[in-house]
């Protein structure tokens, strides 16, 4: 079954402890992207990856890291979690190309940071 | 900066009423908009994408229009069911496709 998976689900930590919320996608896609949304704020990009290496910004990548090793897998990583990266994370996909084409979502890791 | 609204935000029907969704964006340079489904606490489930050259998209009871021009699209959902109770959100990709931009969401409930 193609589809977007995330790791943990749910998580609940201290701030200052590092943590990675990982992706993984089986549809062969270049492009993953990671989103966060709040009440009132919705949904906003935090970091997107076009290709293997290759990473860049989004509106909110404050306080966030990715890599980007292997085609199939885009990790978000908290290198110290603060109250305010409490949210519910969402990792896409999407195939390459001129942005045409379809983004399939991840179930999403809802992070709390105490 | 792109800007999606969706009005109203929340939005009760009665069943077997057919639901009218709007969204509306600020720049009319898109590759393409999305329709969402979100269940409370649940992932997005893509419904409908419309490219930027189409017009309108069906999927079964589901009907979606654009217009680029004015920027706008309209989400038609006909015979609604208690089933339809979902948050529905859009969201554009914009010129350089390396990001959807959302709009706010309208929250539907459908009562029996």
């Known amino acids: 079954e193609a589809q977007v998976t995330q790791n943990p689900r749910y998580l609940i930590t201290v701030t200052g402890k590092k943590l990675t919320v990982t992706c993984s996608q089986n549809?062969?896609?270049?492009?993953m992207s990671w989103y966060r949304q709040d009440p009132g704020l919705g949904l906003r990009q935090i970091y997107y990856?076009?290709?293997?290496?290759?990473?860049d910004k989004g509106d909110v990548p404050e306080g966030y890291k990715v890599s980007r090793k292997e085609k199939r897998n885009f990790p978000l990583i908290l290198e110290s979690p603060s109250p305010n990266q409490t949210s519910l994370y969402f990792c896409?996909?999407?195939?390459?190309?001129?942005?045409?084409?379809?983004?399939?979502f991840g179930p999403g890791t809802r992070l709390t940071v105490l | 900066k792109q800007e999606v609204t969706q009005i109203p935000a929340a939005l009760s029907v009665p069943e077997g009423e057919n639901l009218v969704l709007n969204c509306s964006f600020t720049?009319?340079?898109?590759?393409?908009l999305q329709w969402f489904r979100q269940d409370p606490g649940k992932g997005l489930t893509s419904l409908l994408l419309?490219?930027?050259?189409?017009r309108e998209q069906t999927s079964g009871r589901l009907n979606a229009s654009l217009d680029k021009s004015s920027g706008r699209s309209t989400l038609y959902i006909a015979a609604s069911q208690p089933g339809d109770s979902a948050t529905y959100l859009c969201?554009?990709?914009?010129?350089?496709?390396?990001?959807?931009?959302f709009g706010g969401g309208t929250r539907v409930l459908v009562k029996p």
């Open positions: 896409a996909s999407r195939v390459a190309g001129t942005g045409y084409n379809e983004q399939f």
């Open positions: 549809m062969n896609h270049e492009y």
């Open positions: 990856s076009m290709n293997v290496e290759v990473t």
């Open positions: 720049d009319s340079a898109i590759y393409n």
């Open positions: 419309i490219q930027s050259s189409q």
């Open positions: 969201a554009v990709t914009e010129a350089a496709g390396n990001k959807l931009t």
